[in-house]
């Protein structure tokens, strides 16, 4: 069992305020192209489980970021997870398209306790270059870069530490199970019980039959609403790396709706992580390689 992860600290998200600032940029006046390039990025946001989010508004200068409401089932296994974590990967859209705008994305999540279908609220703040690795995210978001390899890396591997990174950068936490690795029992279980695995739509086509691959699952280190968000920006960062690496990631829908499962994988990965979705990430062939996606600690997305 690896070492437990540490609490989660502010890393490259020194851009989360509850207050406006005076540089802040009204978002009601960009020009048409600037509210384009939101408005697709907003729109390019997985879905999980049948779930998206709503959309984005401009009210008092900032970005709402809005929850379908019509998908929440409260009462239901699945309750508001799935569309929390579709909004949170909206929300890291939403948050790269502002950085690509060359503003500073200041977000603060759920804001109006009184309204719940408002998941964030982002502000553009003071002109400022996008923090390092995030031009080539949006490079993948956008489909210029998505479709190929970063050079210099074979396709069908990864830096193991670029995508945990990735998710701890969002306040996550992912555990990855190599196909060879030496004690199967939690992969097995988890190949037991999921037995579908859409395509998250990032990077190149995959085989729908694929079954190879780095099992990886996705944690938060609390159940709550801001953790299930928080969880849905890690898991979209997650996989825009492992597309920038020539990668594709498909996810679980069991491990969304199924909470005996995500208890199940809790009691196996301890360090009081909360499951909130597993992934899978290979290449395009379905070959991630011998040994599945390897260190790298030269290389940084």
């Known amino acids: 069992m690896a070492v437990g992860p540490a609490p989660p600290g502010a890393h490259d998200r020194g851009m989360v305020s509850a207050m406006p600032e ?6 009601s006046a960009l020009s048409p192209g600037a509210r384009a390039v939101v408005t697709r990025a907003v729109a390019a946001a997985p ?38 974590l579709a909004g949170g990967a909206a929300l890291f859209n939403l948050r790269l398209a502002v ?9 603060v999540l759920l804001p109006f306790p ?28 956008t489909a210029l870069g998505g ?27 992912l555990t990855m199970l190599d196909a060879s690795a030496p004690d199967d029992r939690l992969r097995e279980l988890i190949e037991r019980r999921c037995a579908r695995w859409p395509d998250l739509a990032v990077g190149a086509p995959v085989d729908r039959e694929r079954r190879g691959g780095t099992i990886g699952v996705l944690s938060s280190f609390h159940d709550l609403p801001v953790g299930q968000i928080r969880a849905g920006e890690a898991l979209r960062r997650v996989a825009l790396t492992a597309a920038a690496y020539g990668l594709c990631t498909s996810f679980a829908p069991a491990s969304l709706v199924n909470p005996a499962m995500r208890a199940a994988l809790g009691r196996r990965l301890g360090h ?10 290979g290449s395009p062939s379905g070959d ?11 290389a940084r997305v």
Do not use: K, N
Not at 120 to 131: G, I, L, S
């Open 147 to 173: 479709r190929r390899a970063c050079p210099g890396w074979p396709a069908s591997t990864a830096p193991r530490l670029a995508l945990r990174r990735a998710a701890e950068l969002e306040g996550g936490w």
């Open 114 to 141: 009184e309204r719940p279908e408002v998941l964030a609220v982002v502000r553009m703040a003071e002109r400022t270059a996008p923090p390092p690795g995030w031009a080539r995210l949006y490079e993948v978001l």
């Open 272 to 281: 009081q992580l909360c499951p909130q979705v597993v992934l899978r990430i």
């Open 99 to 107: 950085a690509a705008l060359g503003r500073r994305p200041v977000t």
């Open 22 to 27: 005076a540089s802040s940029v009204d978002a």
């Open 47 to 84: 879905l999980l489980g049948g779930a998206a989010p709503r959309g984005v508004q401009v009210v008092h200068g900032a970005f709402e970021l809005w929850a379908d409401v019509r998908r929440w089932r409260p009462a239901s296994e699945a309750g508001d997870r799935g569309p929390r």
């Open 288 to 298: 991630a390689g011998p040994s599945g996606l390897v260190d790298d600690r030269a």
